[in-house]
């Protein structure tokens, strides 16, 4: 039986299964007199494929009836299947458009179809954090499994445009863009029912991963918070989320989110104390050796994040030496300060 449910008479909520701690994604249909909008596709796995089958054998869609396919972003659990949806939607005479940000489909192809030079970044990456040699090329290895997992790829993938209008459904949703947990995520807000589609950027229970990646946009987490901020005037009544519960209590989420993150930039800066590498700042922060490896390669770019918000605050520097090692500003000596972005300026 398919894990489906109806939130609105014209939207339905599919909860696909995931292999991961996080075990679950959450995708949404909405029913229009021309066709199906389908949001978010899952990961390719063949669970969540027959989780789609059982879906549209209950809720009676034939194929041709999917109008079109829209992505929130470009991780692997949202824009896994959206080829595959494609290429079944095809097989019975059409194939419904797929719809991303432009950076996100810029992302995919670069990490998703291209993933080999991903790996060799990541790694050299990992090994600045602190990692032996063995760990970084065993968690950084670990992406072409989940990009395996993205596979077939759509054939095309029409941009997004923030600040216009959608329809899905019966519905105008407002495309708003929101950085930070993924680059080019976009939001849907339907005005008139204060009704948002949020995908990945604020959820109940947990908080959105924020981690800075190889080839992603600088400062994740102050532009995620600075998102935070700006969305805090938005009259919301319900928030369908990529995972977990429905979002009721918007303000009051949004605000706990923020707080989230101050205490955990002073724990990260707590955690550099007179001297540390990034590894070692996640150890104390997340305690690195009680994760898989999917999950630490997680923390590694969620410990980055938090330490690159905190260079551009001015509270910590880093050094390298074939390592990064960040300090404290006020036990930082005269030398060379080496930004994230690779650039160093001389302090005298």
């Known amino acids: 039986m398919s894990n489906y449910r109806k939130i609105e008479d014209d ?10 701690a996080l075990n679950h994604v959450q995708c949404y249909l909405l029913r229009g007199d021309d066709g199906w909008t389908i949001v978010d596709t899952g990961l390719n796995t063949s669970a969540a494929r027959t989780g789609w089958q059982e879906t549209f054998a209950a809720l009676h869609i034939a194929p041709g009836d999917v109008k079109q ?37 810029t992302f995919a192809e670069q990490v998703w179809q291209r993933y080999e030079s991903q790996i060799e970044q990541m790694e050299a990456d990992f090994h600045h954090c602190g990692m032996t040699p063995r760990q970084a090329a065993t968690v950084a290895n670990e992406v072409s499994v989940v990009a395996s997992r993205t596979s077939p790829h759509p054939e095309y993938i029409h941009p997004l445009q923030a600040g216009a209008t959608i329809q899905m459904g019966n519905r105008q949703f407002e495309m708003i863009h929101t950085p930070g947990h ?10 008139a029912d204060q009704l948002l589609l949020c995908g990945d950027h604020v959820l109940n229970d947990i908080t959105p991963h924020i981690g800075r990646w190889p080839n992603g946009d600088p400062d994740p987490l102050g532009r995620y918070l600075t998102s935070l901020r700006q969305l805090s005037g ?18 009051e989420r949004l605000d706990e989110l923020l707080r989230h993150h101050e205490l955990r930039l002073q724990h990260t800066l707590n955690a550099v104390g007179h001297g540390a590498t990034v590894f070692e700042v996640g150890q104390k922060v997340f305690g690195l050796e009680n994760l898989n ?18 260079i551009i605050q001015d509270r910590i520097s880093c050094r390298e030496n074939g390592v990064w090692r960040y300090v404290t500003n006020h036990n930082y000596s005269s030398g060379h300060r080496v930004h994230r972005d690779g650039t160093e300026n001389t302090e005298r």
Not at 73 to 82: I, K, R, S, T
Not at 183 to 191: E, K, R, T, V
Not at 237 to 250: D, E, F, M, S, V
């Open 11 to 20: 939207i339905f909520q599919l909860r696909l299964p995931l292999p991961f």
């Open 69 to 105: 396919i829209i992505i929130t972003h470009c991780h692997p659990d949202h824009y896994g299947l959206a080829g595959w949806l494609q290429e079944q939607c095809r097989a019975a005479g059409t194939a419904p458009p797929v719809f991303m940000s432009s950076r996100g489909i």
């Open 182 to 191: 993924a680059d080019g995520q976009i939001i849907f807000y339907d005005a």
């Open 234 to 251: 938005l009259a919301v009544r319900l928030a369908l989320p990529g995972h977990k519960t429905l979002i009721t209590r918007w303000q």
């Open 293 to 310: 490896v999917h999950n630490l390669r997680f923390a590694i770019a969620e410990t980055l994040a938090h330490l690159d918000l905190l």
